[in-house]
C-alpha cells in the first residue's frame, strides 16, 4: 500500500473528516531536520545577521532597518 494510501486510511481511521484526509493524503512527507541541519542553519543565520549590522543594514537589537 502507497504511503499516502497508509495516511489516509490512518486519518480515516482517527475520524477525521473524507475530505481533508484526502487533502492531507496529498501532501508531500515532512522533512524531519537532524540537530546538525539544525544547527547549521541556525549559524548561517547569526553570521548573515552580524553581516547585516556590520553593513549597516540592521539595527545592534537585530531589527532590519
Known amino acids: 500500500m502507497p504511503r499516502a494510501d497508509e495516511f489516509k486510511a490512518a486519518l480515516l481511521a482517527e475520524g477525521i473528516d473524507p475530505a481533508i484526509a484526502e487533502a492531507a493524503a496529498e501532501l508531500p512527507p515532512l522533512?524531519?531536520?537532524?540537530?546538525?541541519?539544525?544547527?547549521?542553519?541556525r549559524a548561517e543565520r547569526r553570521e548573515r545577521i552580524a553581516r547585516e549590522k556590520a553593513e549597516g543594514t540592521r539595527n545592534a537589537d537585530g531589527s532590519k532597518v
Open 31 to 41: 522533512k524531519i531536520s537532524t540537530p546538525e541541519e539544525i544547527a547549521a542553519r
